[in-house]
């Protein structure tokens, strides 16, 4: 029988340490074996955080996202080795910046054009825009394009999805389709693509095919019924500041937030999921499960295999894809996979595979134990390194593996 109290004593811990929030739900075959709530969902309003409180997930929307499309892969709306241009004319001519032996950069026409499975694995070439105060953080100039069109796009108003594709087919690729891993606009192209092919929004897409099925009441890409009241507060950790200091954090204002969050057709691109630990478990608990959650058939055992397998190059592993957070793991199709517990200090199964959202939350799912783990806090910068690998160490610790399993 599994015992989490070390892990209630841990996400105790990070709230008295100063973390506004937290909370976490592990499942296996259907069965939560542990959920907790700490913290406040309002900490100014002494509003304490519990389960019905819902959480900005940032780029955990991947999982979701990645999952649909994976499901219209197996129904055969799309190949892997699809042209990107079949989807997206636009990128039929794209071009890529290259080095010159003097350090100047020239542009070029691709060798070979983008295909689908290189935005399904973070391999296309185009970047997030990647800003800090307006000034693109990196110097390199697939950075600064992308920052430049996208600053552009913004200027004019709202804009579509369409139109954040369309802006992003001017900006040369940062190397030729395939060749390194660089996280990014693929996800953007991965929602288009939805689009293109359902013929709706990607934000209603996951809905009809995700959240409705699988009964995930409180999910949604856009604010609806009470999710508004619900949703916690966004923390900011002030620069120069620490958990724990008085006056450490502050809370956007709503102009800002509304870029971010809204009802339907007002957040501008591709809207970002906002969920609970319990609702995210059911999506994980199916990929945990052979793609199947509480009687409802959704993908198959091996799509789910090949989602999660790994697509990166031993390069592309060492160069692109190496630190202390991700050590040990490898790419699929938009979510990571384990592939070494020792080289990433990781007391988990290898092959589990999820994600991390930059708002501070962290899923992961392994199909050979039937196990989810979901955790969230809401607070950027998220500080991730130090609270996800401790929780994560600590909730597969306390973790009993079954027996058929155990090594």
């Known amino acids: ?118 935005i399904f694995q973070m391999t296309c070439g185009l970047p997030y825009e990647m800003i800090l105060g307006g ?35 001017r900006v040369p690729l940062a190397f030729e389709p395939g060749t390194r891993f660089l996280y990014g606009f693929a996800s953007e192209l991965t929602a288009g693509l939805l689009e293109e092919i359902c013929g709706k929004s990607a934000e209603l897409v996951l809905r009809e095919m995700l959240f409705e099925p699988l009964g995930m009441d409180s999910s949604a890409n856009f604010l609806w019924g009470d999710l508004k009241e619900r949703l916690v507060k966004d923390y900011y950790l002030k620069p120069g500041k620490s958990l724990g200091d008085p006056d450490a954090f502050f809370v956007p204002d709503p102009a800002r937030e509304a870029l971010f969050v809204g009802p339907l057709g007002t957040v501008p691109g591709f809207s970002r999921v906002i969920t609970n630990c319990r609702d995210y478990t059911k999506l994980m608990q199916m990929l945990a499960c052979g793609g199947s959650y509480n009687g409802v058939k959704l993908l198959g055992r091996k799509t789910i295999d090949l989602m999660r397998s790994n697509a990166l190059s031993p390069r592309m592993l060492q160069e692109d894809f190496s630190n202390n957070y991700l050590a040990g793991y490898g790419y699929g199709y938009g979510v990571r996979v384990l592939l070494d517990r020792y080289a990433g200090q990781h007391n988990g199964f290898p092959g589990q595979f999820g994600w991390t959202g930059g708002s501070g939350t962290w899923a992961e799912a392994s199909p050979e134990e039937g196990l989810s783990i979901v955790y969230m806090h809401n607070l950027q910068p998220n500080l991730e390194e130090y609270h996800h690998l401790r929780m994560r160490a600590v909730a597969y610790g306390a973790y009993s593996p079954s027996r058929s399993s155990a090594p």
């Open 1 to 118: 029988m599994a015992d989490f109290k070390e892990l209630d004593r841990l996400l105790q811990k990070y709230v008295d340490d100063g973390l506004p929030n937290c909370s976490c739900v592990i499942a296996r075959k259907g069965e939560i074996l542990y959920e907790n709530y700490f913290g406040w969902a309002d900490r100014e309003g002494a509003v304490p955080l519990n389960a019905n409180h819902v959480f900005r997930q940032a780029s955990l929307t991947k999982i979701a996202l990645y999952t649909a499309a994976m499901m219209l892969f197996e129904q055969g709306h799309f190949l892997m080795t699809d042209p990107l241009y079949e989807y997206f004319p636009e990128y039929k001519n794209a071009v890529k910046l290259v080095t010159l032996p003097n350090g100047m950069s020239e542009v070029v026409p691709v060798e070979k054009p983008i295909l689908v499975r290189h």
């Open 135 to 169: 000034v693109p953080v990196q110097s390199h100039p697939t950075a600064m394009a992308m920052a430049r069109e996208m600053k552009e796009l913004r200027e004019k108003g709202y804009f579509t999805l369409r139109d954040q594709i369309r802006a992003a087919s």
